[in-house]
C-alpha cells in the first residue's frame, strides 16, 4: 500500500511539471521564442511519457513540438513527431475518434509541404472516412475534411478530382450560419480556382460573382481582399469573349490596388 501511494504522490509530482512545461512552452510559442519553445515541449514529452495510462495532454505537446519541427523545416523529426501523436491519440480517445482526425489533418499538411502528395493523400483520405463515420455528411467538420482532400487534388492540378470534394464543402458552407458561415470565403474561393483550372470559365464567373457579393458584405467594397477573386473573374471574363465587362473588373482592381499604394 505505502508503494502504491508514493507512486500515485510521484504521478502527481510529474503531472504539475508537465502542466508547468505545457504552459510555459505556449507563452514561448506566443513570443515567437522558438528554440524555448521546443525544449519546454519536449520536456512535456518526456514528462508524459511517464504517466501511465498516457494521456490528452502528450497528444497535445508532440502536436506542438511536430508544429515546431516543421517550422524549421526539420520535416524527418516533425514526421516523427506527428506519428507518435497519431498513435497515442489512438491510444488516448480511440482509433475513430474526431481528436484523432485532427493530427491526421496536420500529418496531411506535413506531407504536402514535403512534397510527398501520395502519402498526404492518404492521410486526407482517412480523415473523410473518418470524420464522415463521427458526424455525417452534412457536419462541419465533414466539410473541413472534404476541403482538405480537395486541396491535396488541388495542389497536384487534378481538378477534376477537387471539384466534387470542394463543391460539397460549398454546399455545406452555404447553410451554416454565425461565425463559421464565414469560411464559404476560403472553400467557394478554392471552387472558383478550380473552374479556371478545369477552363470551365462561365462557371469560373458565376461562383467569383457570388463569392464577391458575400466578401463585400462581410469586408467591403474596397477590401483587398477582393483582389485575387477580381483577377480571376477578369480572366475568365475575357475566356468568354465578354471583354467590357472584363476591363470594367479590371479597372476597379486596378483602383483597389491604388488605393492600397496612396494609404502605405
Do not use: W
Not at 463569392?211 to 477582393?226: C, F, H
Request: proline share 3%.
Amino acid at each position: 500500500m505505502e508503494a502504491r501511494l508514493e507512486s500515485k504522490e510521484s504521478s502527481k509530482g510529474i503531472s504539475g511539471k508537465l502542466d508547468a512545461a505545457m504552459e510555459a512552452g505556449g507563452e514561448d510559442y506566443k513570443d515567437k521564442r522558438f528554440a524555448e519553445a521546443e525544449r519546454n515541449y519536449s520536456e512535456a514529452v518526456r514528462l508524459g511519457e511517464q504517466l501511465r495510462p498516457h494521456e490528452s495532454r502528450l497528444v497535445l505537446a508532440l502536436g506542438y513540438l511536430g508544429s515546431l519541427y516543421a517550422l524549421r523545416k526539420d520535416y524527418p523529426d516533425a514526421q516523427a513527431a506527428y506519428e507518435r501523436s497519431l498513435k497515442t491519440a489512438e491510444e488516448v480517445y480511440g482509433p475513430g475518434a474526431p481528436q484523432v482526425g485532427q493530427v491526421l489533418e496536420a500529418l496531411t499538411r506535413l506531407n504536402l509541404e514535403q512534397g510527398d502528395k501520395g502519402r498526404a493523400e492518404t492521410y486526407a483520405q482517412q480523415n473523410l472516412g473518418m470524420a464522415e463515420k463521427n458526424a455525417g455528411t452534412n457536419s462541419f467538420s465533414y466539410s473541413l475534411a472534404l476541403m482538405t482532400l480537395g486541396y491535396v487534388y488541388f495542389s497536384q492540378k487534378q481538378y477534376a478530382k477537387a471539384e466534387p470534394y470542394m463543391t460539397k464543402a460549398v454546399e455545406i458552407h452555404q447553410q451554416l450560419s454565425g461565425p463559421q458561415a464565414m469560411i464559404i470565403v476560403s472553400s467557394k474561393q478554392m471552387l472558383c480556382r478550380i473552374y479556371d483550372g478545369m477552363g470551365q470559365p462561365a462557371k469560373a464567373v458565376m461562383c467569383a460573382s457570388e463569392l464577391t457579393a458575400v466578401m463585400e458584405r462581410a469586408y467591403g467594397e474596397n477590401s483587398q481582399a477582393l483582389v485575387p477573386l477580381l483577377t480571376l473573374r477578369a480572366k475568365a471574363l475575357r475566356e468568354l469573349g465578354r471583354v467590357t465587362e472584363a476591363d470594367q473588373v479590371e479597372q476597379r482592381k486596378k483602383s483597389l490596388t491604388q488605393a492600397t499604394v496612396r494609404a502605405n
